[in-house]
């Protein structure tokens, strides 16, 4: 049987010139208590550095929009990669 994670990376990514994925620091560092973006990506890319920011790896994101969806706060800005960039999906 094969798993999520084996099926996930048959994927390719090809990245951007820049990331496609912004973060308002501000916002989330000031009125952003539960961070939910750190627990419902997919692809687990948010993280906290040192400072308690929260981080995000775009390169390996699978544009499911869902990190935009649970952001209560308005402090993420998200569109697709432009121009051949972003995730290519393998097998489904």
Same mark, same amino acid.
Request: glycine share 10%; proline share 4%.
């Given at each position: 049987?094969?798993? *999520?994670?084996?099926?996930?990376?048959?994927?390719?990514?090809?990245?951007?010139?820049?990331?496609? *994925? *912004? *973060?308002?620091?501000?916002?989330?560092? /000031?009125?952003?208590?539960?961070?939910?973006?750190?627990?419902? #990506?997919?692809?687990?890319?948010?993280?906290?550095?040192?400072?308690?920011?929260?981080?995000?790896?775009?390169?390996? #994101?699978?544009? #499911?929009?869902?990190?935009?969806? /649970? #952001?209560?706060?308005?402090?993420?800005?998200?569109?697709?990669?432009?121009?051949? /960039?972003?995730?290519?999906?393998?097998?489904?």
């Amino acid at each position: 049987m094969t798993t *999520i994670e084996t099926k996930l990376g048959w994927d390719v990514f090809k990245l951007g010139a820049e990331a496609h *994925i *912004i *973060i308002d620091q501000e916002v989330c560092q /000031s009125v952003c208590q539960m961070r939910p973006c750190l627990h419902v #990506c997919p692809a687990d890319l948010y993280t906290l550095n040192d400072q308690e920011e929260v981080q995000v790896d775009y390169e390996g #994101c699978l544009e #499911c929009g869902t990190c935009l969806i /649970s #952001c209560p706060h308005n402090a993420l800005t998200w569109h697709y990669p432009g121009g051949g /960039s972003g995730v290519q999906y393998r097998f489904g």
